[in-house]
């Protein structure tokens, strides 16, 4: 599985669009890019799922190159409560033998202030 | 209401002492996980079952041990061969094996050493 870089921390305020990028050099060709959202002493839950160019749905966008090594996840007008961390995993299709295992990172601290 | 529960949110355990996590999905899901994550770290694999009666070591497993008779619950035993068991456990299910299927998290049980 391709191993993920993000920034450890991010600072915004209420109402700004918040875009946090990870970087995935060895992604391969059937690897899909995923970004789940963590609240304090919660479990994770899925925000966002996509392969090439741009993907969004009601809750962020996410933005990938053509050459696919980074990709950005876009949260927009975010909300004290966006304020959690994010992480950006990177792995492919079930198949025979596929473990299903993801590799979280040590993700994104996002803070939102007021 | 679906979904994956954990008992008990809190969980204390003696020196050399077995302790047991529960985890029930009710989403009918073939594929179960246990993870481990220690403060400000990502989640780590301890094991996975991809159907009743079958499971895999994560990257993580010794100390620990799981059983999957039964496709809804799929419990985890801490044993006293795991020196250091604090840390927030979570459990989580998806439809089928691999990384492109969306796994849906438990809320947790945290375990502390007395």
């Known amino acids: 599985l391709a191993k993920t870089t993000q920034p450890i921390s991010m600072d915004s305020y209420e109402g700004q669009e918040v875009n946090i990028t990870c970087s995935h050099n060895?992604?391969?060709?059937?690897?899909?890019i995923t970004w789940y959202q963590q609240f304090p002493s919660q479990g994770p839950r899925f925000i966002i799922q996509?392969?090439?160019t741009k993907v969004t749905n009601e809750v962020a966008s996410l933005f990938i190159p053509a050459d696919r090594k980074s990709s950005t996840l876009s949260l927009p007008r975010v909300s004290l409560s966006d304020t959690a961390v994010y992480y950006c995993?990177?792995?492919?299709?079930?198949?025979?033998?596929?473990?299903?295992?993801?590799?979280f990172g040590q993700g994104t601290t996002l803070q939102v202030k007021p | 209401d679906g979904g994956i529960t954990q008992s008990p949110k809190y969980l204390f355990r003696k020196e050399g002492q077995n302790v047991t996590l529960s985890c029930e999905q009710n989403?009918?899901?073939?594929?179960m996980y246990w993870y481990r994550q220690d403060p400000g770290q990502g989640l780590r694999l301890i094991y996975y079952?991809?159907?009743?009666?079958?499971?895999q070591k994560g990257d993580i497993a010794e100390g620990y041990s799981v059983s999957r008779e039964k496709k809804e619950s799929f419990p985890l035993t801490v044993t006293s061969a795991q020196k250091n068991p604090t840390a927030f456990y979570l459990c989580?299910?998806?439809?089928?094996?691999?990384?492109?299927?969306?796994?849906?998290f438990g809320p947790g049980t945290r375990l502390l050493v007395l």
């Open positions: 079952s991809q159907i009743v009666n079958d499971f």
């Open positions: 989580a299910s998806s439809e089928g094996a691999g990384a492109l299927k969306t796994q849906y």
């Open positions: 060895n992604i391969a060709t059937n690897d899909y």
């Open positions: 996509g392969y090439k």
């Open positions: 995993l990177v792995g492919d299709m079930a198949g025979s033998g596929n473990t299903g295992k993801l590799i």
């Open positions: 989403l009918n899901h073939d594929a």
